[in-house]
């Protein structure tokens, strides 16, 4: 080892950054990928054919439109973004949680959000500088704990509290009242995170220049298009018009912009494979619970979030996978997710493989 290069690096990285571990994918070679939330479906054939065309149309030599106008136009059609809004569009809504935080940072500014909660909230604080508060879900059935988050905002002033609805890695949707509390006490912005957005029933959406400091953000990722990296924010452009200052000029690349126009143009198959996931949700969360000791969570999204019986959650995580299934393992991550497991819903083929191996693991 190069003490001296190690040195160097100690010095000049910030510690906060040193702390980190780098954000994990598992390695899903050979195994059914129920892990992160994808959508299981891939094109029909036809349609795959109509985007090949559109994309040997396509010219990368030249920078992409600055703004994605014409899919920022679209977005705000096929997502019922109200008149008047604004939309900023992100390298992933990862990119767009960036670009708030980068805005808001500075001294005494801090995120706020729930745990368990999306971690990306307090990465991303922790990369701009910003202290992040995590105020603990219910217990019982992780629903917001109004009064404590109430007392956290009084207490740590934050410029920003992201609520993941539905949540992510419990899939419940809060308490439309709950939420709208927060918005109504809060000292700075709140930005509800629509990703599941698709499997669910409630959004805030139409809200949108109901409340100052309201804002919305959604992504592409979970409805289908995880590999086309596109989230958006909407909201009063008094917001987004300061956020679009920091947002890297041409962040949208131009196979992105042609593929999810293109894709929004033919929403309808989205739709119905969305559709099929949430039967499928259902299905497969009746049958997990009947499992011996364990305990399903109701979801609003397109993964289940489970409890294992106390003490087994490694052992069943590594034994699906030996059967080759990859799920993920929540068990550490919060007191509040102990013995939890995540699967995310795939086909009804990759479904019937999952509950095969869950009741052998469980048998
Ligand atoms: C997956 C997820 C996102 C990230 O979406 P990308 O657009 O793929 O960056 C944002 N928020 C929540 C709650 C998520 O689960």
């Not at 080892?1 to 040193?18: A, K, Y």
């Not at 959004?203 to 958006?232: C, E, I, P």
């Given at each position: 080892m190069n003490s001296i290069l190690n040195e160097l690096v100690s010095h000049w990285i910030r510690p906060e950054i040193r702390a980190l571990s780098a954000y994990h994918v598992q390695d899903a070679t050979g195994l059914v990928k129920l892990d992160a939330m994808e959508n299981p479906y891939t094109w029909p054939d036809g349609l795959r054919d109509e985007w090949a065309q559109l994309i040997r149309g396509t010219d990368v030599n030249r920078y992409p439109d600055p703004s994605a106008g014409e899919l920022a136009a679209r977005l705000a059609e096929s997502m019922g973004v109200p008149e008047g809004m604004r939309l900023i569009l992100g390298n992933g809504s990862d990119e767009i949680i960036q670009m708030i935080c980068m805005s808001l940072s500075g001294p005494g500014r801090c995120v706020l959000s729930v745990d368990p909660g999306f971690v990306m909230y307090r990465m991303i604080a922790t990369y701009c500088g910003m202290p992040y508060v995590g105020v603990p879900l219910a217990a019982e059935d992780f629903s917001l704990d109004v009064s404590a988050i109430r007392q956290a905002m009084d207490q740590y002033q934050p410029a920003v509290v992201f609520l993941a609805y539905p949540n992510n890695p419990t899939g419940n949707l809060f308490d439309e009242s709950h939420v709208l509390e927060i918005i109504e006490a809060a000292p700075g912005l709140v930005v509800v995170d629509e990703a599941y957005a698709p499997f669910?029933?409630?959004?805030f959406m139409s809200r949108l220049g109901q409340h100052d400091n309201l804002l919305v953000m959604r992504t592409v990722s979970k409805m289908g298009l995880a590999g086309l990296r596109l989230g958006f924010l909407a909201g009063p452009p008094a917001w987004l018009d300061q956020f679009d200052k920091v947002r890297l000029p041409y962040n949208i690349n131009v196979l992105t912009q042609v593929s999810a126009d293109f894709a929004l143009r033919h929403k309808a198959v989205f739709d119905q494979q969305t559709a099929h996931i949430r039967d499928e949700r259902e299905r497969v969360a009746r049958a997990l619970a009947e499992l011996p000791g364990v305990t399903v969570y109701r979801s609003d999204a397109n993964f289940l979030l489970l409890r294992a019986p106390v003490g087994r959650a490694g052992e069943w995580f590594e034994g699906m996978k030996a059967r080759g299934i990859l799920i993920k393992n929540m068990h550490g991550a919060h007191p509040l997710l102990s013995d939890c497991l995540r699967p995310t819903v795939g086909t009804p083929q990759e479904n019937d493989a999952l509950l095969k191996a869950f009741g052998e693991v469980a048998g």
């Amino acid at each position: 080892m190069n003490s001296i290069l190690n040195e160097l690096v100690s010095h000049w990285i910030r510690p906060e950054i040193r702390a980190l571990s780098a954000y994990h994918v598992q390695d899903a070679t050979g195994l059914v990928k129920l892990d992160a939330m994808e959508n299981p479906y891939t094109w029909p054939d036809g349609l795959r054919d109509e985007w090949a065309q559109l994309i040997r149309g396509t010219d990368v030599n030249r920078y992409p439109d600055p703004s994605a106008g014409e899919l920022a136009a679209r977005l705000a059609e096929s997502m019922g973004v109200p008149e008047g809004m604004r939309l900023i569009l992100g390298n992933g809504s990862d990119e767009i949680i960036q670009m708030i935080c980068m805005s808001l940072s500075g001294p005494g500014r801090c995120v706020l959000s729930v745990d368990p909660g999306f971690v990306m909230y307090r990465m991303i604080a922790t990369y701009c500088g910003m202290p992040y508060v995590g105020v603990p879900l219910a217990a019982e059935d992780f629903s917001l704990d109004v009064s404590a988050i109430r007392q956290a905002m009084d207490q740590y002033q934050p410029a920003v509290v992201f609520l993941a609805y539905p949540n992510n890695p419990t899939g419940n949707l809060f308490d439309e009242s709950h939420v709208l509390e927060i918005i109504e006490a809060a000292p700075g912005l709140v930005v509800v995170d629509e990703a599941y957005a698709p499997f669910a029933d409630a959004s805030f959406m139409s809200r949108l220049g109901q409340h100052d400091n309201l804002l919305v953000m959604r992504t592409v990722s979970k409805m289908g298009l995880a590999g086309l990296r596109l989230g958006f924010l909407a909201g009063p452009p008094a917001w987004l018009d300061q956020f679009d200052k920091v947002r890297l000029p041409y962040n949208i690349n131009v196979l992105t912009q042609v593929s999810a126009d293109f894709a929004l143009r033919h929403k309808a198959v989205f739709d119905q494979q969305t559709a099929h996931i949430r039967d499928e949700r259902e299905r497969v969360a009746r049958a997990l619970a009947e499992l011996p000791g364990v305990t399903v969570y109701r979801s609003d999204a397109n993964f289940l979030l489970l409890r294992a019986p106390v003490g087994r959650a490694g052992e069943w995580f590594e034994g699906m996978k030996a059967r080759g299934i990859l799920i993920k393992n929540m068990h550490g991550a919060h007191p509040l997710l102990s013995d939890c497991l995540r699967p995310t819903v795939g086909t009804p083929q990759e479904n019937d493989a999952l509950l095969k191996a869950f009741g052998e693991v469980a048998g």
